[in-house]
């Protein structure tokens, strides 16, 4: 794979995954679809385990990011321990590593993983979304804007360590 094509399926995972999250919301699945598209994927069924993932686990705020936790996933799905390693204990270990490399980074950026403290350091406060009151100011502050870059920034990372790692690359063709 040249690099042009690396390039292009690293920011491809960023329009396509920025792009899930402003039309569909839900940033766990967002970034999953995202990554999926961009490596020319299907999954239905990692797609549909991301879903309640959003907003810190079921819209709670209180836990980690949908989009750290769905590329996470997606990077479990390229480099993640098979069913028959199940009681090899070292088998996940460059799943392990790789996520921790990816949460380290999303760390550094937005200063922690918890979805409530990302909201307050980006859009001046937290909201709970299952809140109609809240839900309301979060869209009329524009939200999604804030979301939607995360969410691609974040899927720009985890595919471009899923680049760096593979060996020769594996692309699918949808």
């Known amino acids: 794979m040249t690099d042009q094509q690396k390039n292009e399926i690293i920011e491809n995972a960023f ?4 792009a899930h ?5 839900g940033c766990a699945q967002s970034a999953v ?13 990692v797609f549909k385990a991301a879903s309640g993932l959003a907003d810190g686990i079921g819209l709670s ?3 980690s990011c949908g989009a750290l936790t ?6 479990g799905l390229f480099f993640g321990r098979d069913r028959k390693n199940h009681k090899d204990m070292m088998a996940p270990m460059k799943s392990y590593l790789l996520c921790r490399e990816l949460c ?11 979805c409530y403290d990302i909201q307050t350091k980006t859009m001046g406060r937290s909201f709970n979304l299952l809140s ?9 502050i524009k939200m999604i804007d804030y979301c939607s870059d995360l ?17 020769p690359p594996k692309t699918v063709k949808p």
Do not use: H
């Open 104 to 114: 380290d980074y999303f760390t550094s950026r937005y200063g922690s993983i918890r």
């Open 15 to 18: 329009r396509f995954a920025r």
């Open 132 to 140: 109609p009151f809240d839900l309301k100011k979060a869209w009329k």
């Open 151 to 167: 969410v691609g920034q974040t899927a720009r990372k985890t595919a471009q360590i899923i680049l760096r790692e593979q060996d």
């Open 61 to 63: 705020g209180d836990g």
């Open 33 to 45: 679809a995202g990554l999926l598209d961009a490596f020319g994927m299907k999954n239905e069924d």
């Open 70 to 75: 769905g590329c996470a996933m997606v990077l």
């Open 21 to 25: 999250e402003k039309n569909c919301t």
